[in-house]
């Protein structure tokens, strides 16, 4: 299996642009996470998907921040419009559903965005 | 809410020696598992152990290995002869059972950054 599929891996854009990262997902795994990553705050929560279905933004910053995941394959992290406070290391993991079991979370390489 | 606490921000070990590193989680759950996560400076994120709470047993994955003590709360990371690929970020983490509410949460340690020198 190629793993959890993050692109891009960098990103580079200017203050009020909007930012785009995408993920795909290990197949057959269930669950889709969003993460951030900054030396500040360390690993944070953004949302989680089950089966395509958003199960919990409470992490989702605020408005700017969105997520999608149109099917099983695929998901989008939305940031419009993007700030410099928004630089940080964005993580897609996935994982799987096996009842009572690890179901551990698989990570993509992560994409660092750079937002100047 | 659970908490995990990773109590060495940074820690130094020469190669071939072993270092322990530390974690601690609060929690009043019986049941819950814990991970141990690698994050070298290529940024993957790495499983690097795991551990069931009812196992009484510690996890052990060839250098590394678990100290694992549920009534003190407690689940230290032991690397025996660390070899310089182990320089990294690791990562505590916590995640309730499965039957239990929003249990796909990994609860995270903020990290304890391991230097091997030659």
């Known amino acids: 299996d190629a793993g959890v599929i993050q692109s891009p891996r960098h990103e580079v854009t200017e203050m009020g642009q909007e930012v785009t990262l995408r993920c795909k997902p290990i197949s057959g795994h269930d669950y889709l996470f969003w993460y951030r990553q900054t030396m500040m705050r360390g690993l944070e929560l953004l949302i989680y998907?089950?089966?395509?279905?958003?199960?919990?933004d409470s992490g989702m910053p605020e408005d700017r921040f969105s997520a999608k995941m149109p099917n099983a394959s695929f998901s989008t992290l939305k940031i419009q419009p993007s700030e410099p406070r928004d630089s940080a290391v964005y993580f897609c993991?996935?994982?799987?559903?096996?009842?009572?079991?690890?179901?551990?979370?698989?990570f993509g390489p992560g994409t660092r965005l750079t937002v100047l | 809410a659970q908490t995990v606490t990773q109590s060495q921000p940074e820690m130094s070990v020469q190669e071939a020696e072993t270092v322990t590193l530390s974690c601690t989680y609060d929690?009043?759950?019986?049941?819950?598992?814990l991970f141990w996560y690698k994050q070298p400076p290529s940024r993957q994120m790495i499983l690097v152990i795991r551990q069931e709470a009812y196992k009484q047993q510690n996890a052990t994955e060839n250098r590394f290995s678990v100290n694992f003590q549920k009534a003190a709360k407690s689940f230290s990371l032991k690397i025996s002869d660390s070899q310089l690929g182990d320089a990294a970020m690791y990562f505590c983490?916590?995640?309730?059972?499965?039957?239990?509410?929003?249990?796909?949460?990994?609860?995270w340690g903020l990290g304890t950054s391991l230097a091997v020198n030659p």
């Open positions: 929690t009043s759950e019986s049941d819950y598992y």
């Open positions: 993991a996935s994982s799987p559903f096996r009842g009572g079991a690890y179901n551990e979370q698989f």
């Open positions: 998907f089950n089966n395509n279905v958003p199960i919990d």
């Open positions: 983490a916590y995640r309730s059972p499965y039957n239990a509410g929003n249990n796909r949460k990994l609860i």
